[in-house]
């Protein structure tokens, strides 16, 4: 009898549909690291670009010129950038289109506003679902490899009259290997949708007080002459 227990060899013995469950749980890990990699710097960024948009807009710089600057660059506004262009062309074509309340300009351009930030935050949001399905599904799958190699291991001691421990132990033990690579699969997916989650609410906390601080200034230049 073979009794090498090594793990390649478990893996190369296992039955077909635990390496099934094993094969689909590591393709899972891979796009998992992938998304995780991707939405990490993409948080950066939009942290980044939050923190030095932030700056400019409460250094007195004036809302036409800061629109200007931004609207000038060689690259694609992102962020909190794509919320006050939108606010402020909406207000701009509001204010020159004559014969408008105020209070419809300022509406007008919060409503823009809040549909650049929807979208900007399902931007970010997108991947987050995926690894909370990783999550959360991947050591059920493991378990289901798990459970049906231990199924067969024992089916196949029908046949014998004397059960051993070492004819039952690398049956069980390729079976375990899928719960295995399922908590691999899992655990970092999980920190990471935890972790991502809480920087973008955050994120979204920043977007949201910013529209309603760029409202108010709105509101007064509104109703300046």
């Not at 962020?79 to 207000?91: N, T």
């Given at each position: 009898m073979n009794t090498d227990l090594s793990i390649f060899h478990l893996i190369k013995e296992a039955s077909f549909v635990v390496q099934f469950v094993m094969v689909l749980l590591l393709i899972a890990s891979l796009a998992s690291w992938t998304f995780i990699f991707s939405?990490?710097?993409e948080l950066n960024q939009a942290i980044g670009i939050t923190d030095?948009?932030?700056?400019q807009f409460w250094s007195g710089v004036a809302l036409a010129d800061l629109y200007r600057k931004l609207a000038a660059k060689?690259?694609?506004p992102e962020?909190?950038?794509?919320?006050?262009?939108?606010?402020?062309?909406?207000?701009s074509r509001m204010r020159q289109t004559g014969n408008v309340e105020p209070a419809v300009q300022v509406?007008?351009?919060q409503r823009v506003m809040r549909i650049e930030l929807s979208r900007e935050l399902d931007r970010l949001d997108e991947h987050l679902a995926f690894l909370a399905t990783v999550g959360s599904t991947s050591p059920y799958v493991g378990l289901f490899g798990t459970v049906w190699g231990i199924m067969n291991s024992f089916m196949s001691l029908g046949s014998?009259?004397?059960a051993t421990l070492a004819q039952v132990a690398p049956g069980i033990a390729e079976a375990l290997i899928a719960t295995a690579i399922g908590l691999f699969a899992a655990i970092p997916a999980v920190v990471a949708y935890n972790r991502f989650s809480t920087r973008l609410d955050r994120l979204t906390g920043r977007y949201e007080l910013f529209v309603e601080e760029f409202v108010v200034l709105l509101q007064r230049q509104a109703h300046s002459k």
């Open positions: 939405k990490r710097k030095e948009f932030e700056e060689d690259f694609e962020g909190i950038e794509k919320i006050f262009l939108a606010g402020y062309k909406e207000f509406e007008s351009a014998v009259k004397q």
